[in-house]
């Protein structure tokens, strides 16, 4: 810690402008006296154009996807694979598919030897398969993490698609939660304090509700400080008044 604190000191004394996500900033500003040349701003991945949606797709078959790294003890998906587990046996034509990497391999593929119709473990694959998987969503997954200081940058990711969104927060302060309340189309599942049992049949309510019909244009006022375009012009701003 002592390690970072100095990096982060040196950083700010030498540094004309520094871009901070916003979940750091508070804590920055507490520990640093000089913070005046700080900008805040969200991780740039809130792309303007909005992937499109299924084109033909059987009106029985819901698909779910992950798309992510998982970890034990940051990430962990044992939670989220157990109302899967109570899901399967309400919504037998359910698919869920997971994408990614990590040190939960062996969760995730021992799972889907148990649920070879309905679960299926893709591994690490390519940006453009991942992309391709989420248009072909019903619904994306979300995991929180179990540390409140990282906002995990697939929240911005998965809101570019317009897609539902279900988050599995790992408990109440999942800085996640926040972000996600302003987004029309979204569940937020308590692993908390919610019983398995019930975790599903939210799910399901969730799955047959009618569709919100979301404005790009809402995504990018709402979200304005995670388009690309916003990043971009700040570090224009500090070469400028630098020059």
Sequence with gaps: RDMHFRTEENLLSVADRVICMRHFFEEIAKKHINTSNLTVAEHPLLVSEKVQHRATESVDKIRLVFTGALYRKIRNPISLLLVLEALFEKLPYLEVHFYGGGDCNSLLEGFAMTKPRN?????????????????????????GNSTNFQLPSKIFEYMSTSLPIIHFANNSRDNSIEILRKYPDHLIIDQETERY???????????????????????????????????????????????
């Excluded at 679960?119 to 995991?143: D, N, P």
């Design 119 to 143: 679960f299926f473990h893709h591994g690490l694959v390519s940006l453009s398969e991942a992309k391709l998987a989420q248009s072909k969503a019903t619904a994306l997954l979300s995991i």
């Design 197 to 243: 049992t019930q975790m599903s049949v939210k799910v399901i309510n969730f799955l047959n509700q009618p569709r919100a019909v979301i404005n790009l244009e809402y995504l990018k006022s709402t979200y304005s400080d995670a388009l690309p375009s916003y990043t971009a012009n700040l570090m224009l701003d500090a070469v400028i008044h630098q020059s």
